[in-house]
């Protein structure tokens, strides 16, 4: 049974950086398109970077020169560096994979049939 774990969530103040990670079993990073969602309280599930079998990356405008997605094949790990982190990136973040090339539109959830629990990340101000 494919299973990713996230970790890495915490409470941090704003401006300063957390790093995810995800660690997939049954599942070769390498092989899938993997990516990073969030959903804050009250809102539905957003796309946050998206990560391809050859490294292609996309991100979330409300990320972009913030976050960066990347993986490490041989640990079969999946990272999300979050540096100047705002309140409004409060959420819980999901880690994701899609077997195969990434699907033409980065963040339609039903192209991930692999999901992880969750890790929260708390942002105070």
């Known amino acids: 049974q494919v299973q990713l774990v996230e970790s890495g969530g915490g409470s941090v103040q704003a401006g300063g950086s957390l790093r995810l990670s995800c660690t997939g079993s049954r599942l070769t990073v390498s092989s899938y398109c993997l990516g990073w969602f969030r959903q804050a309280p009250g809102k539905e599930r957003e796309g946050v970077a998206r990560?391809?079998?050859?490294?292609?990356?996309s991100y979330a405008d409300s990320v972009k020169g913030r976050f960066t997605i990347s993986k490490d094949n041989a640990k079969n790990t999946l990272y999300l560096q979050m540096n100047s982190l705002k309140p409004e990136d409060t959420a819980i973040y999901y880690c994701a994979a899609e077997p195969g090339a990434c699907s033409y539109d980065p963040f339609r959830e039903r192209d991930f049939p692999y999901w992880g629990q969750g890790t929260q990340v708390t942002v105070s101000s």
């Open positions: 990560i391809g079998r050859y490294g292609s990356t």
